[in-house]
């Protein structure tokens, strides 16, 4: 089946560096990418919407200029954390969506920022 | 704008009994329905879905559930739990290629 792979699995930054967590797809073209957030004991909520060739959508409440989203091929999507912060210790994952109907999203393995 | 609601934030079975996780969404039209498991640190493991069809879906792991459209439920059971089975559980709900809406999530404790 189509897989998604995430890297890092794990980092921890300094407060104030930057911090690129990739998603790429492996064996089929992704032209969206969903990207979101888990903070601990909560649940995922997504932060942006990133499309190939096209500036991503943001959700409410999440700041564009500190996420930066890119995605420069259908294969892959970046996310960098930018003038990090311990608030932003977290668990990103990334998912591209369904490639047809009846199927189900795909899932990276996830990224445990954690900013000290 | 749809929600997923998961009443139950924790919950814990002794080991060998039966469990139901229960689910409800709000969304303008029949969505997709999704189960998914996360143990600590990790990622999203797929445990079931529903698009269409029977309304009583089997997954892994000795999972199933049961969507109920009147009442806007997809309730995860299984009947004999085992100690590998706590995790976190995650309701979500979607439609074709949009995003997943997620619910708060059960923690599922399982007692010896």
């Known amino acids: 089946g189509a897989v998604v792979s995430q890297h890092p699995s794990w980092v921890i930054c300094k407060s104030g560096t930057s911090v690129k967590i990739e998603c790429r797809s492996l064996?089929?073209?992704?032209?969206?990418m969903f990207w979101y957030r888990q903070f601990p004991k909560q649940s995922l909520m997504l932060m942006a919407t990133s499309n190939e060739g096209s500036k991503a959508t943001y959700e409410q409440g999440v700041e564009k200029d500190k996420f930066l989203i890119n995605h420069a091929s259908l294969t892959l999507s970046t996310l960098t954390v930018t003038s990090a912060h311990p608030e932003d210790s977290s668990f990103y994952i990334c998912?591209?969506?369904?490639?047809?109907?009846?199927?189900?999203?795909?899932f990276g393995q996830g990224t445990r920022l954690t900013v000290v | 704008a749809q929600s997923v609601t998961q009443p139950d934030i924790h919950i814990t079975v002794s080991e060998g009994a039966s469990l139901e996780l229960r689910c409800n969404y709000s969304?303008?039209?029949?969505?997709?329905l999704f189960w998914y498991v996360q143990s600590p640190g990790q990622g999203l493991q797929l445990l079931l879905k529903y698009f269409s069809g029977d309304t009583l879906v089997q997954g892994i792991k000795g999972f199933e559930a049961e969507f109920k459209r009147s009442q806007s439920s997809f309730n995860l059971r299984k009947p004999s739990v085992h100690w590998s089975d706590a995790a976190e559980y995650f309701c979500?709900?979607?439609?074709?290629?949009?995003?997943?809406?997620f619910g708060t999530g059960t923690r599922l404790t399982i007692i010896p």
């Open positions: 969304y303008g039209a029949t969505p997709y």
């Open positions: 979500a709900v979607g439609f074709g290629n949009e995003k997943l809406t």
């Open positions: 064996d089929f073209q992704a032209t969206t």
């Open positions: 998912s591209a969506p369904p490639g047809g109907e009846n199927t189900e999203a795909f």
